[in-house]
């Protein structure tokens, strides 16, 4: 956030994060639901140890967006206490939640296409391609 930053905007990148985090939460939810499939078929040991390595990073990532959830204030209240505290302090405390954001988009993003590329390897596996 810039010094020429306004309230309205802070509040509507807030609304942004909150939407996004809840939007890939339930992406997450979704692919849970093709790994509870996949568990269900007669895969090799090895496919059963990824299946559930992706299992244990969706529910890393979705503790993440809870503590990120967390720490985006609601109202308005804390909201106008954050744009002000963010306004008077140095710049790395300004773009913390910025980064989190961002650093966590890169992470999901990396985590999302290895579970697709998974997907789709399990699926010629399960054709016999």
Known sequence: MDSTTSIEQFQEELQTWKYELSSIKQEI??????LEDM????LPIS??????????????????????????????????????????TSDAAQHALAERMDTFRRIYEDIKQEFKQFRSYTTLQAAGL
Request: net charge neutral; proline share 2%.
């Open 29 to 34: 939810r979704h692919f849970e639901s093709h």
């Open 39 to 42: 568990a269900k078929e007669k």
């Open 47 to 88: 496919m059963l140890a990824e299946v559930e390595h992706f299992q244990n990073t969706f529910i890393c990532q979705k503790e993440v967006i809870d503590k990120l959830r967390h720490d985006l204030p609601d109202s308005k209240h804390k909201v106008e206490n954050i744009f002000h505290i963010l306004r008077t």
